[in-house]
């Protein structure tokens, strides 16, 4: 599914500053507009993609014509010199499954005995391994 937001776009010294207003000023930026584009697609399916996990609502966005970048400039101190606004589209369960959720090859090293007896037991070690860490890591 298509999540679509508005965006503005400041042009500064630097490159680009990039922020959605009705996402709590989520920010991000590019030293071009076209990296800055690819920048705000990006953190648009990060912050969509998070809600998600974490099992909350994203919030309805505005219409783009009802966004005013010289105020949303104003509230972050930015230059609202050349500003506008455009919107930002992502498919976050496609984005997901190419940049947050693929896979990666790791290669590890164990005692035979320790290998030995989770192949008798039909263990799947890469299962093992990721309840692991996500427990380590206390993201279960």
């Known amino acids: 599914m298509l999540s679509i937001y508005p965006a503005c776009f400041f042009k500064e010294d630097t490159g680009y500053s990039v922020v959605f207003p009705d996402l709590n000023h989520l920010a991000t930026c590019g030293d071009t507009l076209d990296e800055a584009i690819g920048m705000a697609v990006d953190c648009l399916a990060g912050y969509l993609y998070t809600l998600k996990k974490e099992h909350q609502e994203a919030p309805k966005p505005s219409d783009m014509s009802s966004i005013d970048p010289t105020a949303v400039a104003a509230d972050l101190d930015l230059p609202a010199g050349e500003a506008f606004v455009n919107m930002v589209a992502v498919d976050?369960?496609?984005?997901?499954?190419?940049?947050?959720?693929?896979?990666?090859?790791?290669?590890?090293t164990i005692p035979a005995?320790?290998?030995e007896a989770a192949l008798e037991k039909n263990i799947n070690f890469s299962q093992v391994l990721q309840e692991a860490l996500k427990e380590k890591l206390h993201t279960i």
Request: net charge positive.
């Open 113 to 115: 005995w320790l290998n």
């Open 92 to 108: 976050v369960n496609d984005y997901a499954k190419t940049h947050f959720e693929r896979s990666v090859k790791k290669t590890l």
